[in-house]
């Protein structure tokens, strides 16, 4: 059984100021900067400490075809785009305006963002509103060819999706047509 931290604010500028009220980590909350996708429109916003809205996040494997953060206003055709725009659905049909997804908003040919983005990874992940674990190898239905079951996923195997499976307060699972297969408390059991 995992044991899990609960975070009370939604926001690491408000974490870090009552966790560190009179340390460097004030400051530093004051400057936490996060790009995050439009449900609306798929177009990204840059947000900057206190602005920084609920959102919601994606946790994945990446595959082919993924888009990064250059290639997100021209991919529409892609596997990746389909995963993009399935996840924005979802989150906005939950009432989510936003959606963080590591591909598309961090510019990975920034040395110092790419930096940036693996140090803040765990925070994100913890202050993110949901979690939706995306399991692109995984079937609801059994008898689909080339699919695995929920224990089987490459999902959990990669070293990333740990912290991604522990930091949010919510995890919910999907299979590769974007098909719910429960929580991570409901898996717990």
């Known amino acids: 059984m995992w044991h899990l931290r609960t975070m009370e604010c939604p926001n690491i500028n408000l974490i870090q100021k009552k966790k560190y009220p009179d340390s460097k980590f004030r400051d530093l909350a004051d400057q936490f900067k996060m790009r995050l996708l439009d449900t609306s429109n798929i177009q990204l916003r840059e947000f900057i400490g206190d602005e920084v809205p609920p959102y919601a ?86 008898d689909i060819p080339n699919t695995k079951s929920f224990e089987e996923s490459r999902w959990f195997s990669r070293g990333w999706t740990l912290q991604e499976l522990l930091a949010p307060q919510t995890v919910i699972f999907y299979d590769h047509d974007w098909n719910r297969l429960g929580t991570r408390a409901s898996r717990e059991a």
């Open 57 to 142: 996040i994606l946790s994945h494997t990446w595959g082919k075809e993924e888009v990064s953060y250059q290639g997100l206003s021209g991919a529409r055709s892609t596997k990746g785009f389909q995963k993009i725009l399935r996840c924005c659905t979802l989150a906005k049909s939950e009432g989510y305006d936003y959606v963080w997804i590591d591909t598309c908003c961090i510019d990975k040919t920034s040395s110092a963002e790419l930096s940036e983005g693996i140090n803040s990874m765990y925070r994100w992940y913890a202050n993110a509103a949901i979690c939706y674990a995306y399991l692109a190898d995984v079937s609801l239905w059994p």
